[in-house]
């Protein structure tokens, strides 16, 4: 969430907002405190290790519109399917998985790459919000 339109919000709209996530940040005595804690939250990172390299995911991307949207539609194109990925993980980390499934012939291993994209998705480090 926008930071400037977090700190236009009062206390028990932040609670409310926390509670929509998952957590809870009654911690906070002020709506100084609750936003810092919603960012903390919000800005955690898994790593998570697939076809020999390790991927670091920031939690929220999971909650991105855009891969939301992705995730939800019935029928992607390998295009999609890529972009929902890359927006997941990275550009730099997406580069490093198709390195990481690319052949010494540059035939590039498309089940290793879906084996990745669904071990990262469903994973129970990014489960754990």
Not at 99 to 123: H, P, Q
Request: glycine letters at 6%.
């Amino acid at each position: 969430m926008n930071k400037e339109h977090m700190a236009r919000m009062g206390a028990d709209e932040l609670d409310r907002y926390a509670r929509s996530m998952g957590f809870s940040a009654k911690a906070g005595k002020t709506a100084e405190e609750k936003a810092r804690i919603i960012e903390r939250k919000r800005g955690r990172a898994a790593k998570i290790s697939v076809i020999g390299v390790e991927v670091e995911v920031p939690v929220k991307r999971l909650h991105d519109k855009r891969v939301t949207d992705l995730l939800a539609k019935r029928e992607k194109t390998d295009e999609e399917t890529a972009e929902m990925i890359r927006l997941i993980v990275g550009d730099e980390a997406w580069d490093e998985l198709v390195k990481a499934a690319t052949e010494e012939d540059d035939t590039v291993d498309n089940d290793a790459l879906g084996f990745a994209i669904a071990s990262i998705i469903t994973s129970r480090e990014l489960k754990n919000y």
